[in-house]
């Protein structure tokens, strides 16, 4: 038997899926086909002329193919009907089956070019449709073999149909039933004389079922229709449902051919696995539950041996207690400071502030690094075993880094290597500690030039990589002679390091210890005067099924981007991540070499469809670049994205009013790269772009679109209350302020509040005793469960354990940072009751009447006009989406969009913009899918609108 199948799709993605399709398991088919398993033999080629030559050698070799799917849309030249052409020219026999999700040609008109019938596959499509076509066509040339001697006869069509194993029916244009195959006996119960005759809707559930038996005459086809057919005995049967039209060669309706596939053992399989999921949460709440008794358990003997050890009880104390006395003033010296700065203040005065407020972090960070040695040497220091996105977590630490080298004019950069995993497993913030100490380094000894970041990979196995880490800077260098003293405790290069760069010395042999700790190992490489390259390895679990996942965005892959920058390590992130989304990647150093190859590109019909420019090109003459090219009819297609470092964000109305398109920081993310291109690529306008890398650490954090969040301090110290209600104010957030724990409780007692920010140390009532009571479903207070941020000076291992096993949602250690302030309050917030977005309301009747000054006679006239006119603009919109009038369809979806936001409508309201904006960007794939929404919803207003109070179940709309 043949069953040798030829897929010829310029998608290697979409090869790739036929083929996992038509050969499950890894199964192929013998030469002779007859291994009688589920597989085909399929043979793949990438455009229309390898197909065609595929072809051409198999008749040679008396190996002909039984089946061809061939995608419609490809090369110019060897599109699908070319194609199909060429294919049929020299195979007669072969059955072609054209893919496309949207028809360039009329049925009529493909088929009068291949005089021959063809099959089509409309996407998308189900894996069970390919292989129910591949099967079924396979079997029938197979039939067309053995009777190629005869005529083709009636009994022979009988035969075709016998061998199709889903049930067809093929209905008249009255919609009776003319003609079905013993697969649609055998499913229904009916004999063929019983089912000859009847109208279609007498085995169909449906209601609606004249009504998208109507839709697809007029379309041409539906595919992958769930529906329900009726047995004879009533009994229900689901089915995936599929048909196309059969017209005479003057265009009229001849036939509907319908086909169903049974899915009642996959929807039983579904059910099964449903419930299976069921039982395997209920299971995996228990199990968790078991844990954190167990965890508990085991917490509470932990703290029983810590008790055994008196000296190492003194020195966590001694240790715990100079953190807490030390960091609550050192709170109102930073915060002050930071409200200072904040304020009108003389450049003498800033001066002065800013020297005690950079006094005050070094102080801090003195602080910490002794406290982290501490516990790395008592082995306190524990590492974290969570999953993590490196991508994200490194580019989160280069907006800090980008700052403070911005602040000594330094260009700073840093590469992700395409072949490193990003879905890992391991303690980030060590991590981060790491890089924050290296990377830091590089930019406090380096006065000129760049400091350049890059991650490689080192070693991959199947569950975990090493990655090695290099931080390369053009400063002072390490001294050869002095270069084996650098990771030792309390060591810098000489006395005059530390005078003017300041630093403990500590730094390096923190991070050596770490760096073991991840199961790696740290050096570097430097020339005294010309800079250093440190590095270090690190050990990470990839993520349970992550496998290898790298950054895929092949759906903009294709894109002409130049890059106009001086800076070597500039261009080298850029090739690396353009290359990754399988972009075209060029690059100019200057203005000049930016306008020749602008035009090259366009005098050889290939031009850039992005230039990305570094603000460091720019003099004084950007504006007049800028504008030449806009101006110049050649090249004002060509979008202008500026690049400019991060910090300069004040400069950003200016580049756009002198004709930028959009803007993006330096260090690049990669998904900022992605989205610009992906903006540009869909043809949105620049407007919402030009600010998307703007940060401002002050923006609102709002519960809803309009609502505060409502924010109650317990903070006893004066400075502090000051400093964190300051922050919060900045922040848009509503704060009331306890004394101590015993009045936030009377507080909670009489009010609601989104969040509670509460200081561990008060007097009267202290933060863990006022939690206790909050947490206590007996006490009085409103809410058991509003969510509780510890404030604490102390920052010793396992503090943030004990707040959070008193019951606190979060921890904050002081000094309070804003960012540590605005990451608390974000995750907390998320957990807040979230109001439901416009577009999943069907009908708003409380904004209707609110717009409408509660007068109800009026709301009862707008509804009423509303369904009287919406299925006439449909039914318009149906047409000029048959006609491929486009902007007719525009207009009209954008009418529906408007009337229906006019009645509170809001469901229409967003399936009809969907629509608009589908036919703008000529996403033809999903339009029809759409107006079927737009119906659906209509019909779900007028059953809520029914519902109004003063519409008294209007009959007329309900019959409409």
């Known amino acids: 038997m043949n069953r040798r199948v030829l897929v010829i799709d310029d998608d290697l993605n979409l090869l790739h899926l036929y083929e996992l399709i038509l050969t499950p398991d890894g199964e192929n088919v013998s030469s002779n086909g007859t291994n009688g398993s589920r597989s085909f033999q399929v043979t793949t080629a990438s455009h229309g002329h390898a197909g065609y030559e595929l072809v051409k050698q198999s008749i040679i070799n008396n190996e002909p193919f039984a089946v061809a799917f061939i995608d419609m849309r490809m090369l110019p030249g060897w599109d699908g009907l070319k194609t199909a052409m060429s294919i049929r020219e020299i195979d007669d026999r072969i059955y072609i089956i054209i893919v496309t999700g949207y028809l360039d040609s009329s049925v009529d008109q493909i088929q009068d070019v291949l005089k021959h019938d063809v099959f089509y596959l409309h996407k998308p499509s189900s894996n069970e449709e390919i292989y129910q076509m591949a099967r079924n066509l396979c079997n029938s040339w197979n039939r067309d073999i053995e009777l190629k001697n005869t005529t083709i006869s009636r009994d022979y069509f009988v035969n075709i149909l016998a061998a199709i194993q889903d049930s067809m029916i093929v209905v008249a244009p009255d919609f009776t039933i003319k003609m079905i195959n013993e697969a649609t006996s055998r499913l229904l119960g009916y004999s063929r004389e019983e089912l000859i005759g009847l109208a279609i809707k007498d085995i169909v559930k449906e209601k609606t079922s004249q009504k998208w038996i109507t839709e697809f005459c007029e379309l041409g086809f539906i595919s992958g229709l769930e529906t329900v057919y009726i047995d004879k005995y009533g009994g229900e049967i689901p089915v995936l449902f599929s048909g196309s039209v059969m017209k005479d060669k003057s265009g009229n309706l001849e036939n509907i051919i319908c086909m169903a596939h049974d899915i009642s053992e996959i929807n039983k399989a579904k059910e099964d696995i449903q419930k299976a999921r069921i039982r395997a949460e209920n299971f995996n709440r228990e199990l968790m539950e078991t844990n954190k008794q167990l965890e508990n358990a085991i917490e509470r003997a932990n703290q029983l041996a810590v008790q055994a050890e008196i000296a190492s009880i003194a020195k966590s104390e001694f240790l715990a207690n100079m953190s807490h006395e030390i960091r609550t003033p050192m709170n109102g010296v930073i915060g002050m400071t930071t409200l200072l700065l904040d304020t009108s203040l003389t450049q003498e005065q800033r001066e002065y502030t800013n020297i005690i407020n950079g006094s005050a972090d070094s102080l801090l960070n003195i602080i910490n690094d002794i406290l982290d040695y501490s516990k790395i040497e008592s082995g306190k220091l524990d590492l974290e075993d969570i999953d993590f996105d490196l991508r994200l977590a490194i580019e989160n630490l280069n907006d800090i880094m980008a700052f403070k080298a911005l602040g000594k004019g330094l260009e700073y950069n840093c590469l992700i290597h395409h072949d490193v995993p990003l879905l890992l497993n391991g303690d980030p913030i060590r991590l981060r500690q790491i890089l924050i100490n290296l990377v830091g380094n590089a930019i406090k000894f380096t006065e000129k030039g760049n400091v350049f970041v890059t991650v490689t990979p080192e070693n991959q196995k199947s569950n975990n990589?090493?990655?090695?880490?290099?931080?390369?800077d053009t400063g002072i260098g390490v001294p050869e002679d002095r270069s084996d003293r650098l990771f030792e405790l309390f060591s810098q290069i000489d006395a005059s390091i530390s005078r003017r760069y300041g630093g403990t010395g500590l730094g390096l042999a923190i991070s050596k210890k770490l760096v073991e700790m991840l199961g790696g190992q740290i050096g570097f490489e430097s020339t005294e005067g010309k800079g250093s390259t440190f590095w270090f390895t690190a050990v990470f679990k990839k993520q349970s099924g992550a496998g290898d996942?790298?950054?895929?965005?092949?759906?903009?892959?294709?894109?002409?981007?130049?890059?106009?920058?001086?800076?070597?390590?500039?261009?080298?992130?850029?090739?690396?991540?353009?290359?990754?989304?399988?972009?075209?990647?060029?690059?100019?150093?200057?203005?000049?070499?930016?306008?020749?190859?602008?035009?090259?590109?366009?005098?050889?019909?290939?031009?850039?469809?992005i230039a990305i420019i570094d603000e460091n090109i720019f003099g004084v003459n950007e504006g007049m670049v800028v504008q030449k090219i806009k101006n110049d009819p050649k090249l004002k297609h060509t979008y202008l994205v500026i690049l400019i470092s991060v910090g300069k964000t004040n400069i950003y109305s200016?580049?756009?009013?002198?004709?930028?398109?959009?803007?993006?920081?330096?260090?690049?993310?990669?998904?900022?790269?992605?989205?610009?291109?992906?903006?540009?690529?869909?043809?949105?306008?620049?407007d919402e772009n030009i600010h998307s890398e703007t940060k401002n650490v002050y923006q609102p954090i709002l519960k809803s679109q309009n609502e505060k969040l409502k924010i109650l301090l317990a903070e006893d110290d004066p400075i502090n209350q000051k400093v964190a209600g300051h922050m919060l104010k900045k922040l848009g957030c509503s704060v009331e302020i306890a004394r101590d724990g015993a009045e936030a409780l009377r507080m909670l007692e009489k009010h609601l509040y989104d969040i509670v920010l509460m200081d561990v140390q008060m007097p009267n009532v202290d933060g863990f005793k006022a939690t206790k009571i909050i947490r206590d479903p007996q006490s009085?207070?409103?809410?058991?469960?509003?969510?509780?941020?510890?404030?604490?000076?102390?920052?010793?291992?396992?503090?943030?354990?004990?707040?959070?096993?008193?019951?606190?949602?979060?921890?904050?250690?002081?000094?309070?940072?804003?960012?540590?302030?605005?990451d608390a309050i974000k995750r907390q917030s998320k957990k807040l009751k979230k109001t439901p977005s416009s577009e999943d309301i069907v009908f708003d009747e409380a904004d209707l009447l609110?717009?409408?000054?509660?007068?109800?006679?009026?709301?009862?006239?707008?509804?009423?006009?509303?369904?009287?006119?919406?299925?006439?603009?449909?039914?318009?919109?149906?047409?000029?989406?048959?006609?491929?009038?486009?902007?007719?369809?525009?207009?009209?979806?954008?009418?529906?969009?408007?009337?229906s936001a006019n009645v509170g409508a809001h469901r229409i309201k967003h399936w009809a913009a969907k629509a608009e904006d589908a036919m703008k960007n000529n996403d033809f794939d999903n339009i029809y899918s759409y107006i079927k929404n737009i119906e659906d919803e209509f019909e779900n207003f007028i059953t809520t609108a029914s519902n109004f109070s003063s519409l008294n179940d209007n009959k007329e709309c309900k019959e409409v």
């Open 465 to 472: 990589t090493t990655l090695k880490f290099t931080i390369s």
């Open 549 to 609: 996942k790298k950054d895929t965005n092949n759906n903009i892959c294709g894109n002409r981007i130049l890059l106009v920058s001086s800076s070597k390590n500039t261009n080298c992130v850029f090739k690396e991540y353009l290359e990754m989304m399988g972009c075209y990647f060029d690059e100019a150093f200057d203005l000049e070499q930016m306008m020749d190859k602008l035009n090259f590109a366009h005098v050889n019909n290939n031009p850039f469809n």
């Open 654 to 686: 200016k580049l756009k009013n002198i004709g930028f398109d959009a803007g993006l920081t330096k260090p690049v993310k990669y998904s900022m790269l992605y989205e610009t291109i992906k903006l540009f690529d869909k043809e949105y306008t620049a």
């Open 780 to 822: 009085n207070v409103m809410n058991h469960d509003v969510p509780i941020i510890a404030l604490t000076a102390h920052a010793m291992s396992g503090d943030r354990e004990s707040c959070l096993a008193e019951g606190m949602d979060d921890y904050i250690s002081k000094p309070i940072q804003l960012q540590d302030l605005i």
């Open 850 to 899: 609110e717009r409408l000054d509660g007068d109800e006679e009026l709301c009862r006239e707008l509804i009423g006009m509303f369904i009287k006119q919406a299925p006439v603009y449909i039914e318009d919109l149906k047409l000029f989406f048959k006609d491929n009038n486009i902007s007719d369809f525009t207009r009209q979806a954008h009418s529906i969009k408007g009337a």
